[in-house]
């Protein structure tokens, strides 16, 4: 036989070839009508018992544990801080003030108990009135109050704390002192200055004062000889947490804060190779603000009244001075005791800069971020060329720049202008769904709010217009977002969620989290996490919990034998994937004199 092409068929091969395939043919229309009906009748037995049980056919794996009670720690911890516990310090040196910072206990030292409240404690006295005092038994402490009551930071009457609004370097009174500070940086009056940090804070009226004005201030104080001046800030309905400037970054992300003040907060700026300074240049954003007043500011007048000579001061300040400059900051005003130096807005500066200049830039070897547990070294971070719209003379002014999406936002993988947009448009369901289901949040009996792992900071912009102010946490171990959060004009931290916050015990009303559990229960151990929340929380206070329902059963066990009470709600969603648990710490006083 032949083809079209004239060539030769054996047709010998031919039929068993169409054998072959008629074969296969059948085959495969037989398995696929017995594939085929068994999985029709799979289908209809799924869909029987999805309407004759539909609660059975929605339930979701969770993840349970055994009933557990927490015992009470005994009356010396009811003002515990477990990584930055004085009882700890014989363990590390002074030098530099190595031992106030964090050191937190081993697993086997760590606390399995609830942290009581003192003798007589009180639902705080609330915002805007708490500024101006707090009940004294909630912070009963009177080292302050005896050492500096000349100075008119606080004093005692009757049962209460009152807060005059003074300060070393502003005895008679913040107010008028922040409107110099007004005068000298006309960018505080016209929304350029949004962020601000106090190192060396006091009781934070410095950043109290600012709120009024439109500035929001992380206060910055270490646990030391001054007794609970964070602790102080944060009765007070002020941002603050405990830190301090010594051989480690503050935990904030680079080029992020518009402004920060000293007053008299006696840290050594020249010693130790620059390195306050170095951090501090560090964590400003260019164009940023630096005001220091006291030693050696107007050292001509003040040298007598800091037991000091002219000469040891001139010297300081000539030292500051040569070492400021050597940063590129440019002395921007001064009068009086109060000195300002402005952050180059750009990197013209350091472009001129030789290579033999001290302090030298950083390499690339040290992430400019890299904020947690990360050693300061003697050089200083030169910002990154190519974000041309972080510095204080092109970001937008507040309150708008809330809204702009961060140019920093490039560095988030996948984050662009419209994943920006929808995390805040969803951010705004969340909340008013929150206060349905929690009708305080958005009064006055909600004020210290911390947001523990936030992305962009949508929680806290959809909370903007509420009395609150909130901490938005970004643990360490997660894509670095903070910078966004402080582009936005709020403020937070960086933290790692199996290990104690810097802060004291009941200084927040409310704790939000979003799948925190989700993300870290890999890492760190669920109880530890509810017992530090209950640390840090008021009572009377809230954590709200949205979370896979995976979680919701051990969470509401441990929270159970943490005293919380607590109850499960819908998302605005609806569905059983996701649950949001609202829980509420009560108020109970210390029944064990016992160490523990």
Request: with cysteine; hydrophobic share 35%; aromatic share 12%.
């Amino acid at each position: 036989m032949k083809n079209n092409e004239g060539k030769v068929v054996d047709k010998s091969r031919i039929v068993p070839v169409a054998i072959i395939f008629v074969v296969l043919c059948g085959l495969s229309f037989y398995m696929g009508v017995i594939f085929g009906s068994e999985n029709d009748r799979i289908v209809s037995i799924i869909s029987q018992r999805s309407l004759d049980s539909p609660k059975k056919s929605s339930s979701i794996s969770s993840l349970q544990i055994k009933s557990i009670s927490f015992p009470e720690c005994s009356v010396d911890y009811q003002d515990y801080t477990p990584c930055t516990d004085p009882r700890r310090w014989k363990k590390y040196g002074s030098y530099r003030f190595i031992m106030l910072e964090r050191h937190c206990p081993p697993i086997f030292e760590r606390k399995e108990c609830l942290v009581p409240p003192p003798d007589g404690y009180q639902l705080p006295i609330r915002w805007p009135k708490s500024r101006d005092e707090c009940w004294y038994r909630n912070v009963p402490y009177d080292w302050i109050n005896k050492q500096k009551s000349n100075q008119h930071w606080l004093k005692k009457e009757g049962e209460k704390f009152l807060f005059p609004g003074g300060g070393t370097m502003f005895p008679n009174g913040v107010g008028k002192y922040v409107d110099l500070m007004e005068d000298l940086i006309p960018e505080m009056k016209d929304g350029t200055i949004r962020t601000a940090i106090d190192t060396g804070c006091g009781v934070a009226s410095w950043g109290g004062d600012l709120l009024d004005r439109g500035i929001l201030t992380v206060s910055l104080a270490p646990r030391d000889n001054h007794q609970a001046q964070v602790q102080f800030a944060l009765e007070r309905g002020i941002p603050a947490i405990l830190g301090v400037l010594a051989t480690h970054r503050l935990p904030f992300p680079s080029n992020s804060f518009d402004m920060a003040h000293c007053s008299r907060c006696l840290i050594p700026w020249t010693e130790f190779g620059g390195v306050n300074i170095l951090e501090i240049h560090r964590i400003l954003r260019p164009g940023g603000f630096w005001v220091l007043s006291g030693p050696p500011i107007n050292y001509e007048r003040r040298s007598r009244g800091w037991n000091t000579t002219i000469k040891e001061q001139r010297s300081t300040y000539e030292k500051l001075q040569n070492l400021l400059t050597s940063l590129c900051f440019k002395l921007y005003n001064k009068k009086g005791d109060i000195a300002v130096w402005q952050k180059s807005p750009d990197n013209d500066c350091y472009n001129k800069l030789t290579r033999d200049t001290y302090p030298p830039k950083c390499d690339d070897s040290l992430r400019p971020d890299s904020a947690w547990y990360t050693p300061i070294r003697t050089c200083f971070v030169v910002p990154d060329p190519k974000f041309k719209k972080i510095g204080l003379a092109s970001i937008s002014k507040w309150p708008e720049r809330l809204h702009v999406t961060p140019e920093r936002i490039s560095m988030v993988y996948r984050g662009s202008d419209s994943t920006f947009k929808r995390d805040g448009s969803k951010w705004k369901k969340h909340v008013a769904h929150y206060k349905k289901l929690i009708p305080e949040l958005g009064t006055d009996k909600i004020r210290n709010v911390m947001d523990m792992n936030t992305e962009y900071g949508g929680f806290a912009a959809a909370l903007i217009d509420d009395p609150v102010w909130v901490m938005n946490v970004v643990s360490s171990y997660a894509v670095n977002t903070l910078p966004l959060v402080y582009d936005r004009g709020l403020i937070g931290t960086f933290h790692d969620w199996c290990e104690a916050f810097s802060t004291y015990p009941r200084t927040y009303d409310l704790l939000h989290l979003a799948g925190l559990f989700t993300a870290e229960s890999h890492r760190c151990e669920l109880k530890y996490v509810l017992l530090e929340m209950d640390r840090i929380l008021r009572p009377g206070g809230y954590a709200l919990i949205r979370e896979s329902s995976y979680f919701l059963d051990a969470i509401t066990t441990i929270a159970k034998g943490m005293r919380w009470e607590c109850h499960t709600e819908d998302t605005e969603q609806g569905g059983d994937m996701e649950k949001i648990l609202i829980c509420k710490k009560k108020l109970w006083y210390s029944s064990n004199k016992d160490s523990r």
